[in-house]
């Protein structure tokens, strides 16, 4: 396994230039795969690591042999040539009133992270709670957060931006992929064989059909709990779904 940093993020250098966005990233990390003399590979990706390894895989599918995920932006929007009404009303709707009621973090972060970053990177308590309440918010928890997650781990992952002072360069590739959201046209599908593993307290994800205007999906999981942060919450739940869909892709 191969797990990369992000641009910007606590194991990696701060981000000081623009660009820094899902394609800058994708075409990087795979300079690395080949560096690492992996002229073949399969992607997983969740939260922001779903947006890069898609780019990854529309720009350069000769490499990748599979594609998993456990998230897709709200941004996305297939290519399609024949709309699926209600399945689209419906999500649209949703998405909607979700974005009322927690996306504020999102607007900011999109629009001007340089202004919030002063406060956050100025003050730990402030820190904490602007990554503790969407920990708390996004993991299925039933009303408390350690049930999904020791005050160490959260400590620890709150740590990380503050020591490396990234939380500036972090948010940053919010607005730098609010230029290019993953907006399909009409060749950007994704041929390749792809695996989807849905949490049910994921935040907003598109209904299966609407997914699949823009992908090839050949494996769907329904998990049975988890939430946004499925790698962190269930580390187990997560990896089996990925051993499978790619036992199945190579035919193991």
Not at 102 to 112: D, G, H, N, P, V
Request: proline fraction near 5%.
């Amino acid at each position: 396994m191969v797990i990369p940093s992000i641009i910007g993020f606590g194991f990696s250098e701060k981000s000081i230039k623009g660009g820094v966005d899902y394609s800058c990233v994708a075409d990087l990390w795979h300079k690395l795969m080949i560096s690492l003399d992996y002229q073949k590979y399969g992607l997983q990706g969740g939260d922001l690591g779903a947006g890069i390894s898609i780019r990854l895989a529309q720009q350069h599918p000769k490499n990748i042999i599979g594609l998993h995920l456990n998230y897709i932006s709200d941004s996305y929007q297939p290519d399609l040539t024949e709309d699926i009404i209600n399945e689209t009303q419906q999500y649209k709707a949703y998405l909607k009133n979700w974005n009322e009621k927690e996306a504020a973090y999102a607007l900011i972060q999109s629009t001007k992270p340089l202004s919030l970053a002063y406060g956050l990177n100025d003050s730990p308590i402030g820190l904490c709670a602007w990554i503790i309440e969407k920990f708390n918010a996004w993991s299925d928890n039933n009303g408390n957060i350690e049930n999904s997650f020791t005050k160490d781990e959260l400590l620890a992952n709150v740590s990380l931006y503050w020591f490396t002072q990234t939380i500036h360069s972090s948010i940053r590739i919010y607005h730098e992929t609010s230029l290019k959201p993953l907006v399909f046209k009409e060749n950007d599908f994704v041929h390749l064989p792809v695996g989807f593993a849905n949490f049910p307290k994921e935040i907003p994800v598109p209904p299966r059909k609407y997914i699949e205007k823009g992908f090839n999906i050949v494996h769907w999981t329904e998990m049975p709990k988890g939430g946004h942060f499925a790698a962190f919450e269930e580390p187990e739940l997560l990896s089996a779904d990925v051993i499978a869909f790619f036992k199945k892709i190579i035919g193991i």
